[in-house]
């Protein structure tokens, strides 16, 4: 699958894995899985970052690394600029609270290690780890692809193992005794999260026999997998396989909904669903400052739904503002790619 043709249900795919993450921080109560929804987001995006960049690769016989820099640059940044000065303003004014240190690993990715060093924090900007992450990813990957992409399924095998050796790392973090954070948010500890889609990615480009992926019985075995890991409450396998088994699951379940039609294809390319996926960057941008910010205001007046139906308005309000007059008109201020892709990453 070229990734020069749009994919709406991977824009309805977004849509999920960022409901998840919002109604997740709006209950609570661990019952929404939110730690799913970002680890699906990083899924999607080894998948289609890795996709873009073969089909440079293939076209163009080399892949125009500034530009693909520039381009995440442009398609990344605006946005979080916007809203980290946004907040930064509003907290001081109302609290009188900021945060240089917050801000500057905020706007230089290193939210993750941020928050594994300092814990609580004074801006409600923490959940921008997730950014650092997939950030660290994009400096590097690029580079690996162009230069190693010559080697085909050798580059998949190995991609492969540095997954298996992510696994190893975590394991042994946690059995000598590091916090949960530690390999919740950090960047050795997750990345693997989204070399599973880069794995899909190749795998399709190397025209590998993966049907069987979309039979019912992979199909089955993964929304199994997917519910034992949410069911599972051990502390020690939650911070260790839970991520792999996840990322495994995904596999069918992702090439499933690309392939083949079904109801669950249908449903994530309603006009609602895939709306809801363009706008998920600024939306997981926007959603928890309003959260922190909104509901100490109306929770001691009001009742939780009226609570969180106004944080649920005014972060798709500003999520909208955001992806209209941010994201998409500083986007089209980036350099083209030789051949332009139709599937943003």
Same mark, same amino acid.
């Given at each position: 699958?070229?990734?020069? /043709?749009?994919?709406?249900?991977?824009?309805?795919?977004?849509?999920?894995a960022?409901?998840?993450?919002?109604?997740?921080h709006? *209950?609570?109560?661990?019952?929404?899985p939110?730690g799913?929804g970002?680890?699906?987001? =990083?899924?999607? &995006?080894?998948f289609? !970052?890795?996709?873009l *960049?073969?089909?440079e690769?293939?076209?163009?016989?080399?892949?125009?690394?500034?530009?693909?820099?520039?381009?995440?640059?442009?398609?990344l940044?605006?946005?979080?600029?916007? #809203?980290?000065?946004?907040?930064?303003?509003?907290?001081?004014?109302?609290?009188?609270?900021?945060?240089?240190?917050?801000?500057i690993?905020?706007?230089?990715?290193?939210?993750?290690?941020?928050?594994?060093? /300092?814990?609580? #924090?004074?801006?409600p900007?923490?959940?921008?780890? &997730?950014?650092?992450?997939e950030?660290?990813?994009?400096?590097?990957?690029?580079?690996?692809?162009?230069?190693?992409? /010559?080697?085909?399924?050798?580059?998949? !095998?190995?991609l492969?193992?540095?997954?298996c050796?992510?696994l190893?790392?975590?394991?042994?973090?946690?059995?000598?005794g590091?916090?949960?954070?530690?390999?919740?948010?950090?960047?050795?500890?997750?990345i693997?999260? !989204?070399?599973?889609?880069?794995l899909?990615a190749?795998?399709?480009?190397l025209?590998?026999?993966?049907?069987?992926?979309?039979?019912r019985m992979?199909?089955?075995?993964?929304l199994?997998?997917?519910?034992?890991t949410l069911v599972? $409450?051990?502390?020690t396998? $939650?911070?260790?396989?839970?991520?792999?088994i996840?990322?495994?699951?995904? =596999?069918?379940?992702?090439?499933?909904?690309?392939?083949?039609?079904?109801?669950? $294809?249908?449903?994530?390319?309603?006009p609602?669903?895939?709306?809801?996926?363009k !706008? &998920?960057? &600024?939306l997981?941008?926007?959603?928890?400052?309003?959260?922190?910010?909104v509901t100490?205001?109306?929770?001691?007046?009001?009742?939780p739904?009226?609570?969180?139906?106004?944080?649920?308005?005014?972060?798709?309000?500003?999520?909208s503002?955001?992806?209209?007059?941010?994201?998409?008109?500083?986007?089209?201020?980036a350099?083209?790619?030789?051949?332009p892709?139709?599937?943003?990453?």
């Open positions: 699958m070229s990734s020069e /043709k749009y994919i709406s249900s991977i824009d309805g795919m977004r849509a999920v960022i409901l998840l993450v919002l109604f997740s709006l *209950l609570k109560d661990g019952v929404v939110g799913l970002v680890t699906f987001f =990083f899924f999607i &995006s080894g289609l !970052i890795t996709g *960049l073969i089909d690769l293939d076209r163009s016989s080399s892949i125009d690394i500034k530009g693909f820099y520039i381009r995440r640059f442009m398609r940044a605006p946005a979080l600029l916007t #809203m980290v000065a946004v907040v930064s303003l509003t907290y001081f004014l109302a609290f009188g609270v900021s945060s240089a240190n917050e801000v690993a905020a706007v230089f990715y290193f939210m993750n290690f941020y928050v594994i060093s /300092k814990g609580a #924090m004074a801006l900007l923490g959940p921008l780890w &997730s950014l650092a992450i950030e660290h990813f994009y400096l590097v990957f690029p580079i690996l692809v162009a230069n190693l992409w /010559k080697f085909g399924e050798r580059f998949l !095998i190995g492969a193992v540095v997954c050796a992510v190893v790392w975590r394991i042994f973090l946690v059995s000598s590091m916090p949960e954070i530690r390999t919740y948010v950090g960047t050795d500890t997750r693997d999260s !989204i070399l599973f889609g880069a899909l190749i795998g399709i480009r025209k590998l026999n993966l049907d069987w992926l979309a039979s992979a199909v089955t075995v993964s199994i997998l997917l519910l034992a599972i $409450r051990n502390p396998f $939650r911070e260790t396989a839970r991520y792999s996840q990322g495994l699951a995904f =596999f069918p379940l992702f090439y499933f909904i690309l392939y083949r039609q079904s109801v669950f $294809r249908t449903l994530l390319e309603t609602a669903a895939t709306w809801i996926g !706008i &998920s960057y &600024s997981y941008l926007w959603h928890f400052p309003i959260l922190a910010f100490p205001k109306l929770a001691p007046h009001t009742n739904v009226i609570t969180g139906s106004a944080v649920l308005g005014i972060s798709f309000f500003l999520a503002l955001s992806y209209y007059f941010v994201e998409t008109p500083l986007r089209r201020l350099p083209a790619r030789p051949h892709a139709a599937v943003t990453g």
